[in-house]
């Protein structure tokens, strides 16, 4: 691992092509190792969409489809076995220092404090001390956590840990935040309060979102567009855009003019993925 | 709620006698069978023990033993845990390293370190080199062993979710490794303190001309178990003095752990 790639991703910050899409999946292809060592799988096959700028995007599909691994390569943690993934118009290559990534697990430092963890990334990015001071102290509040700064992670509860996750990313104000089913391990109400949050974070902090998730109805009440994948070797089904006016009701979505409209055009597409079981369609590929 | 702090300070006291509580009961047989059930010859008694470390302290006798052995005892603990941290380390980020030098750790590792003592006075002499050696080498095998575990252990997850925050090398060793790892760290470090002192000891024991060690072995070849006792004494108040350090350094140290009663740490 080299010290200078945050240097690399900054000037590719610099260079890039305003007229290129904040995001790109360019005819992605990951293959897996099986286990045994012999051959792999293809996980995903031939995905290319776009993620403009500013929008919304919610990713769904079956469990295991690799919706998590797309979000892998955009952060520069995984190649991909062909393809490319464009931030901006430029390549990925390495560890992405310029997006957000808010994980599936809230993954704070455990001996970090509240404040510390969400501190770390403008201390990591040499920002000055009551730049820091200012910047934690503001996204905590818009985050609801005011009040818990000196908190060890273990301290909070599980919804206030995702919040801490969040605030975290929010901090350094990435243009591009990737989201891993982020709510997927909350209660139910909580849930909704989160969805809630994050719609008017997101309106305040004006990211581009990619929002893994396996909810349906999270996917069509949050998102400006929805990219539909099939079970492995996945391909991408349909791109579908939700053109629900803001702010929506996240507590009671099918109180949202359209929203039964757009959901079963999204449902349409994603029930014939539930009929086949994902086991039938694993083709083991000895080549490679 | 003045009751129930009274109450609680009463508690505390009453668990601070209970536990003292098996070693009177101890020393008191112990005083009550000598000359009784055993020979005094054999295990001396309390009493005579208490009397022969006023003794050498009262005389100074002690003092160039104490001060020798713990000079060894400090420099070899500090160096085979510095050595031990670093090598750890290294070897734990490093897997070129590690797969070069692992197998040749390990098959050391498996050596009875003690075996080396006669070795280690050959080359390093009968002084307070050959001491520091043996002791330096037990503590280097534990500490170094448990960082390199608990620095590989480290999640990954974690480490790349702080590369994408922004994290260099270096600040990934600052923030996440040396933290995480902290926990493993201080255990290798409590693990090897009375390892240091068998190191220092058994050198002592193998030849020198000074030290805790030789006090217990001439104080046995002159049939005076009361001197055996008080040398004993004093390597177990250095080895209690020593954990207390750790404890309270670790409490420092790993304050961000949920504590394992899940209430706040009570002072022992």
Same mark, same amino acid.
């Given at each position: ?62 469990? &295991? ?55 770390? /990334? ?15 102290? %503001? ?78 109805? %999270? ?70 | ?93 490093? /897997? ?5 030098? %692992? ?99 058994? &050198? ?55 504590? /394992? ?8």
């Amino acid at each position: 691992m080299r010290v200078d790639e945050t240097n690399v991703v900054a000037d590719a910050g610099e260079r890039h092509d305003t007229r290129a899409p904040a995001l790109e999946f360019d005819r992605v292809v990951q293959d897996f190792r099986l286990p045994s060592g012999k051959g792999s799988r293809r996980v995903l096959d031939t995905i290319s969409f776009a993620v403009r700028r500013g929008q919304f995007t919610a990713i769904v599909g079956p469990s &295991g489809c690799g919706k998590s691994t797309l979000l892998h390569m955009a952060a520069g943690l995984l190649a991909p076995t062909s393809g490319a993934v464009r931030q901006d118009g430029v390549a990925i290559t390495s560890v992405n220092r310029a997006i957000g990534f808010v994980p599936q697990q809230a993954q704070l430092l455990a001996w970090k404090t509240l404040r510390e963890n969400v501190e770390l /990334p403008l201390l990591l990015r040499q920002v000055p001390r009551d730049e820091r001071a200012e910047r934690v102290r %503001e996204v905590l509040v818009a985050a609801g956590l005011a009040g818990f700064e000196d908190h060890y992670p273990h301290q909070l509860s599980g919804g206030m840990q995702k919040r801490a996750s969040i605030a975290r990313t929010l901090v350094y104000r990435p243009a591009t935040i990737l989201m891993d089913e982020p709510f997927g391990s909350l209660d139910a109400q909580t849930r909704m309060v989160m969805q809630d949050d994050l719609q008017s974070l997101w309106s305040r902090y004006s990211a581009t979102i990619v929002f893994v998730t396996h909810d349906l109805t %999270e996917a069509v009440i949050l998102a400006d567009n929805i990219v539909l994948l099939g079970s492995q070797p996945t391909r991408l089904k349909a791109n579908v855009a939700i053109e629900l006016a803001r702010p929506r009701n996240v507590f009671q979505p099918f109180h949202t003019n359209r929203f039964a409209e757009f959901y079963d055009r999204v449902w349409a597409i994603f029930q014939s993925e539930l009929a086949r079981p994902a086991a039938e369609t694993v083709a083991a590929n000895a080549d490679a | 709620m003045p009751d129930t702090l009274r109450g609680s300070a009463r508690s505390h006291i009453l668990g601070i006698v209970l536990r003292l509580l098996p070693a009177i009961v101890l020393l008191v047989i112990w005083q009550w069978a000598s000359g009784r059930v055993i020979r005094t010859i054999y295990v001396s008694k309390p009493t005579d023990i208490a009397y022969r470390l006023y003794q050498i302290f009262a005389s100074g006798e002690i003092y160039p033993d104490l001060l020798t052995t713990a000079q060894e005892l400090l420099l070899g603990y500090a160096i085979g845990a510095a050595v031990g941290v670093t090598t750890g380390y290294l070897l734990a980020r490093s /897997p070129r390293l590690a797969s070069i030098f %692992e197998p040749y750790l390990m098959a050391f590792y498996g050596i009875p370190k003690i075996a080396l003592a006669p070795l280690f006075i050959i080359w390093f002499g009968i002084g307070l080199w050959s001491k520091v050696a043996l002791a330096a080498l037990m503590v280097f095998f534990l500490v170094f062993y448990n960082v390199y575990m608990g620095v590989r252990s480290v999640d990954r997850d974690v480490v790349n979710m702080t590369m994408i925050l922004g994290a260099s090398e270096r600040q990934l060793t600052r923030h996440v490794y040396l933290p995480a790892a902290a926990p493993f760290v201080i255990m290798g470090m409590r693990m090897a303190i009375p390892y240091s002192v068998i190191g220092v000891i058994v &050198g002592e024991f193998t030849s020198s001309t000074r030290g805790l060690g030789l006090f217990i072995v001439q104080a046995s070849s002159n049939y005076d178990p009361a001197g055996v006792f008080a040398g004993i004494a004093i390597l177990l108040a250095f080895v209690i003095a020593a954990n207390a350090g750790a404890s309270r350094l670790e409490r420092r140290l790993l304050r961000w752990r949920p504590s /394992p009663s899940g209430t706040q740490h009570q002072e022992i």
